[in-house]
C-alpha cells in the first residue's frame, strides 16, 4: 500500500512540474519573441517561419518516438481528420493574432485573452454540451463578460486581441476535446494542413525579394528556428502533466501563463493602464478568482 501511494505522489509531483514548465514556456513567449520584434519581423513572416519549423521539428519527434501507425490511422478516420483541419486553422488564427500582439506592443492584451480563455471554455460548455454551471461559476462568466463591455464601451476600447485570443483558443480546446488523439500526432497534422499555405507563402516573399531571415541577423534567425521546439515540447509536458494530475489542478495553474505575460507587459515592456483599462481588466480577474473559487470547491466535494 506504501509503495502503491508513493508511486502516486511521485507521479503527481512529476505532473505539477510538467504542468508548470509548459505554462512558464508558454508565460515567458513575450520575452522569447522580443528579438524577432526588435528586428522589425512582421508577424505573417514569424508565423509562416514558426509553422515550417514546428512541423519539421514534430516530424522528428514523431519518427523517433514511432508514433506514425496512430499518425497514419487518422487519414482512415474522415471525422477525425476534419476535427484536425478545424483545429489547425483555430491554432494557426491564435498564433497570428499573438505574435501580431506582442510584435505590436500589445502584451497586456493578449494577457487578457488568456485570462479569459478558461472562462469562455466554461462558457462553451454549458452553451454547447449542456453542462450545469453552479452559481460561482456562472458569476465568473458574468464578471468576465462585465469586463469586456466595460472596455468596449465606457472605456471606448473593444479588446479585439483578447477577444481574438479567447475565441480561436477556446474553440481549438472545444474541438481538441472531442478530437480523440494525442498531444503530438495531434499537432503534426494541425501543421500539415497549414503548412502548403506557410511554405507557398516563404516562397513567394523569397521569389519577390522580400523574405525576413538572414537579414536580420543570427539571433532572431535563431529565435525562428528554434521556434519549433518552443512550440512542440510545451505542448508535449502539457500532456504529460494533464496525465499525472487532476484536471482541477491543471485549470488553476493555466494562470501561471497570462500573470506571466502581464507581468511582462507591465515590467519589461513598458506598457501601462490607465484607470478606465484597470477597473475591465479588474472585472476579469475578478471572474478569475470566483472561477476557481468553483473548481477548489468541486474538487473538494468530489466532483472533478
Keep these: 500500500m506504501n509503495a502503491v501511494r508513493t508511486a502516486a505522489s511521485r507521479e ?5 512540474w510538467y504542468a508548470a514548465g509548459c505554462y512558464a514556456v508558454w508565460g515567458m513567449f513575450p520575452i522569447y519573441w522580443y528579438p524577432v520584434n526588435q528586428a522589425g519581423m512582421a508577424a505573417d513572416q514569424v508565423l ?7 512541423a519539421l521539428f514534430a516530424g522528428a519527434v514523431l519518427l523517433s518516438t514511432r508514433n506514425t501507425a496512430a499518425f497514419a490511422a487518422v487519414a482512415r478516420r474522415p471525422k477525425l481528420m476534419a476535427a484536425l483541419v478545424l483545429s489547425g486553422l483555430c491554432i494557426g488564427m491564435n498564433w497570428l493574432v499573438y505574435l501580431w500582439a506582442i510584435t505590436g506592443n500589445h502584451v497586456l492584451d493578449a ?7 478558461p472562462l469562455f471554455s466554461v462558457f462553451l460548455g454549458r452553451a454547447v454540451l449542456k453542462e450545469r454551471l453552479d452559481k460561482l461559476q456562472a458569476a465568473a462568466v458574468c464578471l468576465a463578460f462585465a469586463g469586456i463591455l466595460w472596455l468596449a464601451v465606457p472605456a471606448g476600447q473593444v479588446p479585439w486581441v483578447a477577444l481574438l485570443l479567447t475565441f480561436t483558443f477556446g474553440l481549438y480546446g472545444f474541438i481538441r476535446k472531442t478530437a480523440p488523439v494525442g498531444a503530438l500526432v495531434g499537432l503534426m497534422w494541425e501543421t500539415l494542413v497549414l503548412l502548403p499555405f506557410a511554405a507557398a ?3 513567394y516573399h523569397a521569389a519577390a525579394g522580400s523574405l525576413q531571415f538572414s537579414r536580420y541577423g543570427v539571433l532572431p534567425s535563431a529565435v525562428l528556428i528554434g521556434s519549433g521546439v518552443m512550440t512542440t515540447l510545451p505542448l508535449l509536458m502539457f500532456a504529460a502533466g494533464a496525465r499525472r494530475i487532476p484536471l482541477s489542478v491543471l485549470g488553476m495553474m493555466q ?5 506571466l505575460q502581464l507581468l511582462a507587459g507591465l515590467l519589461l515592456f513598458g506598457e501601462t493602464f490607465d484607470t478606465a483599462r484597470l477597473i475591465g481588466y479588474g472585472w476579469v480577474w475578478l ?3 470566483l472561477y476557481l473559487a468553483a473548481a477548489r470547491r468541486q474538487q473538494r466535494s468530489g466532483k472533478i
Design 12 to 16: 503527481f509531483r512529476q505532473g505539477i
Design 201 to 203: 507563402y516563404l516562397v
Design 111 to 117: 494577457s487578457l485573452g488568456y485570462f479569459i480563455s
Design 255 to 259: 494562470y501561471i501563463s497570462p500573470v
Design 287 to 289: 471572474g478569475v478568482v
Design 48 to 54: 509562416a517561419q514558426r509553422i515550417v519549423w514546428s
